[in-house]
């Protein structure tokens, strides 16, 4: 059997909305199983020299705990990746690679998971929902401790994301960076702009400039990335929304007709992918 799962990058927090918000973009990866080749593992793209190819990867690693979930196990195969979403960027590169597993197990094997049964999955392996719950349903999608909402963005939506070349920033040294307890003024700041956030991206764009705020996680880690906090700042004086991408070190801004982001030259990578309104999708070859 010859099946290929495509997943979306994913922008998570989306400012005031800490490990709750979502946003799939239009910047996939694929993989690629063969259950009639011989068995290997092969990358292309992005990290494709620095990825383990003997089978520890977090796909394979994401596919073994579907089929050990259920009971089943799973045949020898050859494994390829197109990578097109950058490693420890703040893209959801990680979920993406989980997601894709677990997808691909349970075509392969026939689990008929529910969304939030792969959800579940993803989230022993990645440990927060955000990025994965996007990956899976697409769109915007609100991760709480009950489960997830799923919703439409605005058509009018145009996403920017600003990634630095030379820059990464592991997640897990994202979140050490955090304080351990903040102000209740901050927190109550963070409720009210994460409830205005998600109008404005579903239904009031015109709002993002004023919503996209936080108190916090940005700062502390904005702190470890100086290089990104100074295109951070500059952007937002320029009047263009913006915020860091999930953990960072990219960040994601908004553009609108005649307010773009100017490129901040050597260093540096735009894209402008736009909202990939399906999340992850498996196809028989």
Known sequence: MRLRATVPATAANLGPGFDCF???????????IDTGAEPMVAWEGEGAGELPVDGSDLVARAMAQAARASGAALPPMARRGLNRIPLERGLGSS?????????????????????????????????????AAAAIAGGLTLAFGDGTIHLTP????????????????????????LPPEVPFADAVFNASHAAAAVVALTSEPRLLAQVLRDRLHQEARL???????????????????????GAGPSLLAFESP??????????????????RIIGADVAEL
Do not use: M, Y
């Not at 799939?24 to 993989?31: I, K, R, S």
């Open 22 to 32: 979502g946003l799939a973009l239009d910047l996939c990866n694929e993989v690629t």
């Open 223 to 245: 702190r470890l990335v100086p290089e990104v906090e100074a295109v951070f700042q500059g952007i937002r004086k320029s009047g263009v929304p913006v915020c860091v991408s």
């Open 258 to 275: 005649g307010v773009e982001v100017v490129n901040p030259g050597p260093g540096w990578r735009v894209l402008r992918p736009g909202v």
């Open 154 to 177: 605005s058509p009018e939506l145009r996403p920017a994301i600003l990634i630095p070349l030379e820059v990464r920033l592991a997640t897990a040294e994202a979140r050490d960076a």
């Open 95 to 131: 979920a993406a690679a989980c997601v894709a597993g677990i997808v691909l197990a349970d075509r392969l094997l026939d689990l008929r998971l529910a969304p939030d049964e792969v959800l579940d999955l993803a989230v022993e392996i990645e440990g927060h929902p955000d990025n």
